[in-house]
């Protein structure tokens, strides 16, 4: 069973920059396809970037140039703590919400997320 829990997020201006990160525990984390997803009031929880166990990248368009993702593939064992963090750079008030990160395809038990709010 995996566990997530995002942190790193908080209040900065248009501009600004936050550096998110999401501790996981479990094996298989190594081989799984995480992604950061971010939930706005009123609506659905959306996919923002994502990365192979390999290293590649995709991000949707509104955040590309300004975000990037990325992760530790520490040597894994029943017990290990893997991080896959997000770097926001020049954000803008439309990035904020709540971020979460879980596996791309068939979620894991999603974590508690971690609020990011963008002032204009």
């Known amino acids: 069973q995996v566990q997530l829990v995002e942190s790193g997020g908080g209040l900065v201006q248009a501009g600004g920059s936050l550096r998110l990160s999401c501790a996981a525990s479990?094996?298989?984390?190594?081989?799984?396809?995480m992604g950061w997803y971010r939930q706005t009031p009123g609506n659905q929880r959306e996919w923002v970037a994502r990365?192979?166990?390999?290293?590649?990248?995709?991000?949707?368009?509104?955040?590309k140039g300004r975000f990037t993702i990325s992760r530790d593939n520490a040597v894994s064992s029943d017990n290990a703590v893997n991080t896959v963090y997000l770097q926001m750079d020049s954000l803008k008030p439309e990035d904020t919400g709540v971020y979460y990160c879980n596996r791309v395809g068939i979620p894991f038990s999603w974590g508690q997320g971690t609020q990011v709010t963008v002032s204009s």
């Open positions: 479990g094996s298989t984390f190594n081989f799984n396809v």
């Open positions: 990365i192979t166990s390999g290293g590649s990248t995709q991000y949707i368009d509104s955040v």
